[in-house]
């Protein structure tokens, strides 16, 4: 297969405009209308108040402490930080009956089907805890980047939806999105090193956007996601993004939904010696 997308190379390489669509579908095949699918397809990403409500809202925090507490401290789904607090939990709707349940709510399924054109699947699933006081962020990327390069997804037909788990504010590590960048992909520097999952989940270095390129997109806007527990936030697979560390006494845990199309099945990696585990990359 031609890679339309080259990455991790041994020298700079000019940023590739966009082959594919951002929404694949329309504004009469799902609950977005035109307005909402045209702000996606634009700035990269959509706010979606009110994704999860009521009784399931309410008990999204208990579900947080007893997914960590159901694992085996060894298990490779737990990230964690330099100071052995959790950073991330993958597969939790695969752990969590609740977080299952929340992959199928009306607010969430149909939007991930209308905005990649038909039938999905979940390629990746997360907890991020950003938890209070010591929590560390995520450098500047393009998470199709690595899901390209380490994961052999083909193209870009896929979706992260973010829901709040606890309240979102502009100080507490909050999850950044810089407007438009879905629109281009830019090839990163460096070949992927071994078993690179092993730090990359607590530290990426490889497939980071350099200085220049990040200054030069940054002109089109910084946008923050911001909003209460339960709120939802959508953004392509390609717009680059990244958090800062949270040192204040509110943890930012957002639950990432990563749905892709089933027309999008992952190959074998772009740039990478052997694919990633399933947790990373489901098969
Ligand atoms: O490597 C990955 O798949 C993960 N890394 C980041 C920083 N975002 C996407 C995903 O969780
Ligand atoms: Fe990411």
Known sequence: MIDPYPTRLPHPAAPIARIEPTVWGTANTGPLDQGALDGYSNAGHLLQPNTVTGARRADLDDELRSIAA???TSDPRIIREADGSIRSIFEPHLISAAVKQMTELDTVLPVAQQ????EVYIHQARINYMSAFT??????HSDFETWHAEDGMPTMRAVSCVIALTDNYPHNGTLMTINGTNRTFYPCVGATPA???ATSLAGQTVGVPDQETLTAAAKQGINQFVGPAGTGFWFDCNTLHGSNSNITPFPRSNLFLVFNSVDNRLVEPFAAPKPRPPYLGAR
Not at 115 to 118: E, V
Not at 135 to 140: A, D, K, R
Request: charged share 10%.
């Open 115 to 118: 905005i990649l054109g038909g």
């Open 70 to 72: 159901s694992l085996d």
């Open 135 to 140: 929590s560390t962020g995520f450098y500047w």
């Open 195 to 197: 078993d690179n999952h």
